[in-house]
């Protein structure tokens, strides 16, 4: 259609892409970001720079969208903001945000100033255009209905003579709205801003779906998004610009703050302007808004080839979000160090190495707290990691401790074992509260499921790295953390010994997981199954698990909910996290029929 | 326009409304619940008996929601209930109750399956009717955008002559929709079931609520709702029936299972049965859809005076909700005693007093874990209330603990502070692994608010029961409950010293909890005002409120965001409890303006 529609007439048009990294209500730290990276936009010679979804105030800000301060905090920093670009000299290029904002007048069954997921064009000191989201997600980890009205317009904006269609996020991924009617808007430009959790294997989906909506616009589709982490989630960029056909142009590198830039040549914009309001086929109406910022196409130039970063493979992009998580949890709650147990076992061994990528080794305390059943190799292990990679070690035996509360309260089995778990973790507290260190929880998503830990003992912390990371895969990021090192000639941060030792909580003599848990990968396979895709018994069944052992991991799942409910947060990396994505109830009663 | 439609043509209907408590998950349970007080209501010779909203499945059930197999299983249990019904010889006695259904067919936008909050009428041994909510709540501690599409349908059902529309909760509270057009239906009764959370003055609303939709729908109107407590949240019940021009006709006992009973003189149903689609004011459109159980009024009998329950003042509510919040809590989760630390405060030992009046003090177990600055006064407090309730007590001091952790720590300040909290908490934590209780921790809403309490210390334990109750509060329950004690010619369970002592933690010699914070009567105030109100800096100043303390309490509650995320739940009784209600990023570097 925009060929018939502008026959041979194409414009050229250098587009940055700004894949950075605001924090939660930080609105002048955000601002800031938002003028310095124009300004390496315009410095890079860009017609057009875009930010992510609700650059502003980060995202999401929760409850802080019904917190009327908080909203005219957002309105009146984007207009700030956009008299700061002009009075800096960046006036010219035309800056596209997300931001917080309200509805200015009431619709029906919306009551004026209910917040809204908005977007703004920001040029010439003003805000030349402004939209809202449309389509407003309500699953998994989002929430939007309890935070925003939709919005019902698409801006269409004549930049260097090309029209460019703006959208937010879930626009893209829903069918109808904003994005059905961009090829009835004639743009030559969908530019569409992202706050877009990582989960794995989420770049491929986001690939098809881009190419695909790009087809149907019929025109080139850019997408950016956030990077960062924000309590439980982590962004990951992914930033990305595909053609028409749907062939990929550029795409960033993911997990790093990035400028995109890339020379497109477009359909020129050759017919007036023209706003209306058209059918969304969605059962609602879109009006098409069409505003003028610089009606004629820049003069010809010759356009360089833009980047596309290689996509990473699964562990690698898993163990940057783990990293990046751990860093901004850190950095953004104004801690500068953590600290956490070290057993010896593959889980805190793991976690410390996360934690010294993070944030440097330097900043990382650990301590080893060996008690009467801890077995010599465990010390040596725990050393030995301490060693390779700088960490900040001490040692708290634990024997007294746990003594002195044995001799008032004779605890037996499951007792002494919390007993022990406990002890360690006052002590831990207790050196975070004397020296300000974030406590780093190492519990897996495994252990977690099943409830194989001990409340306000191994799970107590500020945050928990790898609380969505089941046991088989903590096993597959050790190795292949040890592989990059070794792939660039250094010593592997995590001794052998400690990847090929049998698990053990080591809380009794001899212990091992195995004594009461199936193989780690039976049982990650099974809680998949459970936790994630959510099916119920009998499909559990017929998908080939165990029958007896699918009863028992159900039972010791469902128990542990008020663990897991009292549990901090860590990043997620799957599809359901133990967290904003899955939410029961504690109290259930609820257990799978064993009859179909 | 009833009365121009019928005039003068009235038909007796004898209604019960039971006001029962179901749980969440227990289906058998919940449906042997749905035989048993229909059986009763058979029993009083009544026409109709309604259930709560959800009652099948008990409410909420939050992701379960998401799960096929409970889905499947809600359905089965509805058609295997009314089976039951008429093989118990109930199928004569029409019986309207909540489940869980899923959408038979798509929908534009809607996929076939997605999960409803369904209403059925059962009669006969077979499903007569099935319609779903309409209004789905998203806001508060309701996420049912999340999990369910909306209804479209208000069944209009012919009992005994009379024309019967039912709703489902939200439904009465918006405008449009199903209780829109129950006056176009030319319903008689208009019965609306309800899954309503307490909360305080929660009842007058109500009551005016449910009084001005008579008045527009120009019927009678009844109002059944679930009791019982579920997690967070506590149900009441205040079931009632109100007539045609708002006034209240009967209202049940709050916070007791009761089955309402009320000879009702209605409009007898004269025209057709007649099903079409309306315009529902809302955007949407809704199809009245008629149903004859029994065209015939019954034989004239002499009506007897249907019951109204005294409202209970603001402090016996208050009380009754977290009594009935912890014995639910206790008991659906399979516990059959407490245990929590008793430290001669009035926090401890107002918990200590509802968990006696919850489960009996024979099931209390309080330990005295006297600390080396704890008061000759603190320890003969707790007691003295040990001895006037019949509580079990045991005393474990934990010096020799603490002085362990300290000979290899050395903590000073906050850390030595924090140590002993911690050090008590594992000692309960101990007790209850040993014993099987369940864990109450102490903390009242101000303390969360402010973070003045340690994680994984005084925090620790598996429920609430003062966790939504302002300090201040605290006093005004303990005062009031003694007074009831009185009243009844029984000893105060909480002996007065308690009640007038200065608070104090204990954490260091002669601490006073105004050594830190304001007192508490203007703390409280403020906290209302920034917490339960969200108003921001100016306008907490505007209010009244000393300038310099509203900066300093905004930092204290914003900061201790991370530490009421591990709390445990506990029952809601304000407009705004932290939990469900109050959602904040932990990561947030939001800081009110200091100026506007």
Redesign the interface.
């Known amino acids: 259609m925009i060929s018939a529609a502008y026959p041979g007439d194409v414009a050229q048009l250098r587009l940055a892409l700004a894949q950075v990294n605001p924090?939660?209500?930080?609105?002048e730290?955000n601002a800031d970001l938002i003028v310095q990276w124009s300004r390496r936009a315009a410095e890079a010679g860009a017609h057009l720079v875009a930010f992510p979804e609700m650059m502003l105030t980060g995202y999401?800000?929760?409850?802080?969208a019904?917190?009327?301060?908080?909203v005219e905090?957002s309105r009146r920093t984007l207009e700030r903001t956009a008299r700061r670009l002009a009075d800096e000299g960046l006036g010219a290029l035309p800056v596209v945000t997300g931001y917080l904002d309200r509805l200015g007048v009431s619709r029906?069954?919306q009551p004026a100033g209910a917040p809204l997921n908005a977007l703004a064009w920001l040029h010439a000191g003003r805000v030349a255009a402004r939209s809202a989201k449309h389509h407003l997600p309500?699953?998994g980890v989002f929430?939007e209905?309890?935070y925003f009205v939709r919005g019902d317009r698409l801006p269409v904006v004549r930049v260097a003579g090309v029209d460019v269609a703006t959208a937010i996020c879930e626009d893209l991924w829903q069918d109808?709205g904003p994005v059905g009617v961009t090829r009835t808007a004639g743009a030559g430009l969908l530019l569409v801003i992202n706050g877009s959790p990582y989960e794995r294997s989420k770049d491929d989906v986001r690939l098809e779906l881009v190419a695909r909506r790009a087809r149907e616009a019929g025109c080139t589709l850019a997408y950016v998004n956030m990077i960062g982490?924000?309590?439980e989630l982590v962004f990951d960029g992914d930033s990305m610009i595909v053609g028409p056909d749907g062939g990929l142009l550029a795409r960033a590198e993911p997990f790093a703050e990035r400028l995109l830039v890339a020379d497109l040549t477009l359909p020129a914009a050759t017919t007036p302007p023209r706003s209306r309001r058209v059918d969304a086929a969605?059962?609602t109406a879109i009006t098409i808004e069409h505003t003028v910022i610089s009606a004629d196409p820049v003069p010809a130039y010759e356009p360089a080839p833009p980047p596309i970063a290689e996509p990473l493979d699964d562990l690698a992009e898993v163990y940057r979000a783990l990293v990046l998580g751990v860093r901004?949890?850190v950095r953004?709650?104004g801690f500068r160090s953590v600290i956490c147990g070290l057993s010896g076992g593959i889980d805190s061994a793991l976690v410390a190495t996360i934690a010294a990528d993070a944030i440097g080794p330097e900043n990382v305390h650990v301590v080893l707290l060996p008690s009467r059943y801890s077995s010599d190799h465990s010390v040596a292990d725990a050393e030995e990691l301490v060693r390779r990679q700088g960490l900040q070690a001490r040692t708290?035996?634990i024997n007294?401790?746990v003594?002195?509360?044995e001799?008032?309260?004779k605890?037996?089995g499951?007792?002494e074992e919390?007993?022990q778990a406990?002890?360690r973790?006052?002590?831990w507290?207790?050196?975070s509260?004397?020296e300000d260190h974030l406590v780093l929880t190492t519990g897996n998503k495994s252990e977690l499921a099943t409830g194989y830990s001990t409340?306000?003992g191994d799970s107590?912390g500020?945050f928990g790295p790898i609380k969505d990371v089941m046991k088989t895969m903590v096993w597959a990021l050790a190795r292949w953390r040890n592989a990059q090192a070794e792939a660039a000639g250094r010593t592997p941060p995590i001794p052998q010994r400690i990847i090929d030792k049998p698990p053990s909580a080591e809380l009794r003599p001899g212990q091992l997981d195995t004594d009461s848990l199936p193989d780690y990968e039976v049982l990650d396979a099974l809680l998949h199954d459970y936790v994630e895709r959510?099916?119920?018994?009998?499909?559990l069944i017929a998908a080939g698990h165990d029958a007896a052992l699918v009863e028992r991991v159900i039972r010791l799942v469902d128990r542990a909910e008020?663990k897991r409910?009292?549990?901090?947060?860590g990043p997620k990396i799957t599809p359901k996290n133990f967290g904003r994505d899955?939410?029961?109830?504690?109290?259930?009663?609820?257990?799978?029929?064993s009859t179909g």
């Open positions: 924090t939660v209500g930080d609105l730290g999401p800000v929760e409850d802080l019904l917190r009327a301060s908080f905090a029906p069954g309500n699953y929430d209905f309890r109808g982490g924000q309590d969605d059962g901004d949890y953004k709650n708290v035996p007294d401790m003594e002195a509360f001799r008032q309260l605890p037996t499951l007792a919390n007993l406990r002890v973790a006052v002590v507290m207790a050196l509260n004397q409340l306000y107590a500020g959510d099916l119920g018994r009998d499909a008020y409910r009292q549990y901090p947060p899955r939410r029961l109830p504690i109290t259930n009663r609820w257990r799978e029929p």
